[in-house]
């Protein structure tokens, strides 16, 4: 469909909001605790952060949950019963003021879901999804969306894009979609005219950095560099810059049980880790930092794209802000494309 | 600075250290860590009371000591963590060379790790008062109170294990969670999950943790965490007289007697 632009005043946002709650949808919205900005479910508007370049962690956990029962299974006379979880009770939901890079990251995340088998969970819950996205006005040095392909007011992934539109503190909004349509529904004296806002001027300045495309040419001859050594020396080897991803989407199968019965949970995993590839014998083909480091990068800007044609990073940030040592995702794009193989 | 900084070219340049684990300036100002090979990579060397990162942790990080002999700038944290380490059989003086930085920027060329012992011990392992006012805290509230002060806490982690990443006394290779025949620990971040996980770390560092909050620096949620680990000190302090970290000796929780007047032990 064509985007159709309205116009949202300031103090009608809340009443959108409200009126969201009001429909039984479960609201997803970033709320800051300990000085950190995490999506929660939220019902009281005054709650929501609005004073956040990028959340800590993105919204994957709405459809990609970071713990989550797959099956149940019980020991009986007959020998294994095993009982597939019910997808319906999935919710309507909204997730609420995500940024523009996490909105494409739901695409990214869903051509991994559906490569080859179809995740029915995963894509259960993503049809109950609407994405109400906030451009950016600000970015920080970890931001480079521009750098693969998105940009500031992007509004592919989101179902409504609100951009602010100077200190007024109204908003332009576009209407992506038929989820966004909907929610336009719900509240439609909320959704003014258009009196002619040109976006451009309130989104974020940030010039691209380098090229994704040349990256990916360039890590074809890149596998043996040294390069990688060199970048992750000082890498710890956790799990954080997977988790906040998002699109990192590796999960390990754990089952739980209690006597005769239990369940399988499906559980966040990450290449950080040593014990990722290690097999029974006891050999692990990435038996060093650099290589599981190399793997990241390899499988987000090489393998991605030419498996799925979807490149694994949405330029947010997150990795390296949340990276307990300071491995700069950027700056290591940037010197991958600038040091000769 | 430049004191550092030519210490450091001065030990590579003679091939007394391969490497040296520094500090340098990272994203927007930050201090990260810096292994100089070469003697022009000292330059890059920066010290102030910005680094925070316990840089011991690299010294039992597989790439780092295959190059060779390991300098390493230690403030009183990193000392510690290698004086335990050492006690640990996990680094000794074949392998690294300590030049210290004391709280007032001074430096001093360690001879060995034994020196490294003697200068730690002019310090008391103390927590700070901040801290020690949020243990009291703890400790009034009731049973049940504290049961949902740790569950609301503990509830956004995601187990991505940076706290064990960052922290010199987590070397293991394979991490008691890791074990899944039998399961231990669940894996899954559920409630119950993370919750033995932190109290199986704090456990496991009783007697070892050397309060440099590098776990707590390290988690990208801001978890408070540590105060198990906090609380693990101060109750050695008061029921076992405190510890030190020291190169040889009985550890604090390896005292085992047949004649111990708990029952449970024997």
Redesign the interface.
């Known amino acids: 469909m064509n985007i159709e632009k309205r116009f949202i005043r300031k103090d009608s946002l809340k009443k959108l909001f409200d009126a969201l709650v009001a429909k039984n949808k479960v609201v997803y919205a970033p709320v800051t605790r300990n000085g950190k900005t995490s999506f929660r479910i939220v019902n009281d508007f005054s709650l929501i952060s609005g004073d956040y370049i990028q959340t800590t962690q993105s919204s994957k956990e709405v459809t990609f949950p970071r713990t989550e029962k797959i099956l149940d299974f019980e020991k009986n006379k007959d020998g294994i019963g095993v009982k597939p979880v019910d997808i319906q009770p999935v919710h309507e939901s909204v997730i609420w003021g995500i940024r523009p890079c996490d909105a494409v990251g739901k695409g990214e995340l869903g051509a991994i879901f559906n490569w080859d088998s179809k995740d029915e969970i995963f894509n259960a819950r993503v049809a109950k999804t609407t994405l109400i996205s906030f451009s950016c006005s600000r970015a920080d040095e970890y931001c480079f969306c521009t750098s693969v392909g998105g940009n500031p007011g992007n509004t592919e992934g989101s179902d409504i894009l609100l951009t602010l539109a100077g200190e007024g503190g109204d908003y332009l909004a576009e209407i992506i979609t038929e989820k966004g349509g909907a929610v336009m529904a719900a509240a439609p004296e909320l959704f003014e005219k258009d009196p002619g806002i040109e976006k451009d001027k309130y989104l974020a300045s940030l010039p691209a950095r380098f090229s994704h495309t040349e990256i990916r040419n360039k890590l074809d001859k890149f596998f043996e560099s040294e390069e990688w050594a060199r970048q992750s020396l000082r890498c710890i080897g956790c799990g954080a810059c997977a988790y906040v991803c998002p699109t990192c989407a590796c999960f390990d199968i754990q089952d739980e049980s209690h006597g005769k019965s239990g369940s399988r949970v499906r559980c966040w995993d990450s290449c950080g880790f040593s014990l990722f590839t290690l097999h029974t014998s006891g050999h692990n083909p990435r038996e060093v930092q650099s290589q599981r480091w190399r793997q990241r990068i390899m499988h987000k800007f090489s393998y991605m794209p030419e498996r799925l044609s979807v490149y694994g990073c949405t330029g947010c940030g997150r990795c390296s802000r949340g990276c307990p040592v300071d491995m700069n995702l950027l700056e290591h794009l940037i010197s991958i494309q600038e040091v000769t193989v | 600075m430049d004191e550092l900084k030519n210490k450091v070219r001065e030990l590579l340049g003679s091939g007394t250290v391969k490497v040296f684990i520094g500090y340098t300036t990272?994203?927007?100002g930050?201090k990260?860590?810096l292994?100089a090979e070469k003697p022009e990579d000292a330059e890059g060397l920066v010290f102030d009371s910005s680094c925070i990162?316990n840089l011991a942790?690299?010294v039992t990080?597989?790439?780092?000591k295959e190059k060779g002999m390991m300098g390493i700038s230690a403030t009183l944290p990193v000392m510690r963590s290698l004086v335990q380490l050492a006690r640990e059989n996990q680094v000794s003086d074949s392998g690294i060379k300590v030049i210290g930085i004391t709280p007032e920027s001074r430096l001093i060329d360690f001879g060995n790790l034994s020196e490294v012992e003697k200068y730690i011990h002019q310090f008391q392992l103390e927590i700070d008062q901040k801290n020690r006012d949020m243990l009291e805290k703890l400790d009034k509230m009731t049973v049940s109170e504290r049961w949902q002060f740790w569950l609301k806490e503990l509830e956004?982690c995601?187990?991505?294990?940076?706290c064990?990443?960052?922290c010199p006394m987590c070397y293991c290779?394979?991490c008691t969670v890791?074990y899944?025949q039998p399961q231990w620990i669940?894996?899954?971040?559920?409630a119950s999950?993370n919750l033995q996980w932190h109290i199986m770390r704090a456990v496991h560092l009783v007697g070892r943790c050397i309060d440099c909050d590098a776990c707590a620096?390290?988690?990208?949620?801001?978890?408070?965490f540590n105060l198990l680990n906090k609380r693990m000190i101060e109750d050695a302090r008061k029921h076992f007289g405190g510890y030190q970290p020291v190169l040889s000796g009985d550890h604090l929780m390896s005292t085992f007697k047949p004649d111990d007047k708990e029952n449970f032990i024997r």
């Open positions: 990272g994203t927007a930050t990260r860590a292994f990162q942790v690299y990080k597989q790439e780092v956004p995601f187990k991505c294990y940076a064990r990443a960052a290779h394979r890791e899944n669940p894996v899954p971040s559920h999950g620096n390290a988690c990208p949620l801001a978890i408070p």
